[in-house]
């Protein structure tokens, strides 16, 4: 099941809410002010992948992900 993240917009906390993907978009209650006036955030998404044996192998370069930041090659060049 997912982890969402959600900023209330009565107080302004961020929070996060584990509950199915039908769900994401249904407002979330609060854990500060106990408000129901929250809405989902575009969080970003960390994925570890095993495989290399090589634990002195420093990550690549981050260009800030998604498509601008050259992961689909828009600019790459």
């Known amino acids: 099941m997912p982890l969402y993240e959600y900023r209330c917009n ?3 906390a961020v929070f996060e809410v584990l ?3 039908a769900q994401r978009e249904l407002s979330a209650v609060c854990p500060g ?3 129901r006036a929250s809405m989902p955030l575009i ?3 960390a994925v570890h ?3 290399r044996a090589d634990a002195g ?3 690549a370069p981050s260009g800030g992900g998604g498509c601008c930041g050259g992961a689909c090659g828009c600019g790459a060049n």
Request: net charge neutral; glycine share 12%.
């Open 33 to 35: 002010c106990e408000s």
């Open 49 to 51: 992948a095993g495989g």
């Open 57 to 59: 192998a420093s990550p």
């Open 43 to 45: 969080s970003r998404v």
């Open 10 to 12: 009565d107080c302004h």
């Open 19 to 21: 509950r199915p993907m």
